[in-house]
């Protein structure tokens, strides 16, 4: 699964390996941006007031990352 950012530089990937991954096009580099505890299952780029990564894992967790990333806003823990 993967998202691209509105403004068509970055792509983001969630994986199977529990991470999501920011592919920059411009400098063609890949770095992790978000982790889980069990395979992600969807990314999504928010952009509002301010710009934000929401991943969500076969974990029951939904995770809210900054816009430059490392950075955990929210995390929720999600029941049956």
């Known amino acids: 699964k993967f998202d691209i950012c509105v403004d068509g530089t970055k792509v983001f990937i969630a994986s199977c390996d529990k991470a999501a991954r920011c592919w920059d096009l411009a400098s063609n580099q890949v770095i992790q941006v978000a982790a889980h505890d069990a395979p ?12 934000c990564l ?17 950075k955990l806003i929210l995390s929720f823990i999600l029941q049956n």
């Open 40 to 51: 992600i299952k969807t990314c999504h780029w928010i952009k509002g007031a301010y710009s």
């Open 54 to 70: 929401m991943t969500g894992s076969w974990d029951k967790t939904l995770k809210v990352s900054a816009q430059y990333f490392r």
